[in-house]
């Protein structure tokens, strides 16, 4: 299940920053052409256009920041850090380039810790802003931090139908069964499950380990382990999870 495309807010972004600039020397006219690329997924575009600006002004954040987000959509993770950190250094009170770094190191379950305290940054800089706090929930639930649930408690204020949705019930769930409140954690992931018709594979299997690993009700765990793998099929992106549940199945 994915939070929210990870990319757009840095683009738009950009794009007010860019449109707003009273200063249209050859980079913000670089930078404009880039924006536009981007907004196209020209990211080869991108990467090139950043470049060029970069080698007009070398500390240039904005630049810095699309080639970050070029660089990502390449599939070329290690640049899209380093411009992204360099971002941060030249500029740390810099709402977009602190949110990028941290949306990039929570991609990476070794790099939670450091996303979090970049987030926290941004979110002092930005409390509303529903992107920041979906990561700082989803990053603080894979740490069992009961921090997750101030920062849902947040979103559902700030978004009530963000709140009503599949993916933030799971993560209430979630956050419940950390907390050892089993009784709302069941309440929440059932909801979830409703919402999204049973066909969610990530609700299914959190209902199946719910019911296997809290509840100890074996034929409603092996059931929805069942439903699981046939919801998951051959995606590689629920390989681990399929694993897991054949061998909970197996072990009944």
Known sequence: MKLFFRLSIVVFALIILLGCSSNKDNVDEILTLAVQSAKANQWKNVYDLANNALKIDSNNVNALLLKAVAAEN?????VAIDEASQAVKNNPDNFVALYTIG???????????????????AHQLN????????????NSIKLKSPKAKEYLSRLSQLDGAYASSVIFCNMLGCANAF???LKQAGKEIIRAYNLS???????????????????????KAVAFYKKFIDLAGKSSEY????AHAKARISNR
Request: charged share 20%; net charge negative; glycine share 6%.
């Open 179 to 181: 907390d050892g409140n």
């Open 74 to 78: 390449l599939q070329n993770r290690e």
């Open 103 to 121: 949306n990039l190191y929570s991609q990476d379950n070794l790099r939670l810790s450091d996303a979090i305290g970049y987030l926290k940054k």
């Open 197 to 219: 018709s049973g066909k969610d594979a990530v609700v299914v299997y959190n209902l199946a380990v719910l019911f296997d690993g809290y509840f100890k009700q074996s034929s």
């Open 127 to 138: 409390p509303n802003d529903i992107n920041t706090l979906v990561l700082l929930s989803n």
């Open 239 to 242: 390989s681990a999870l399929s």
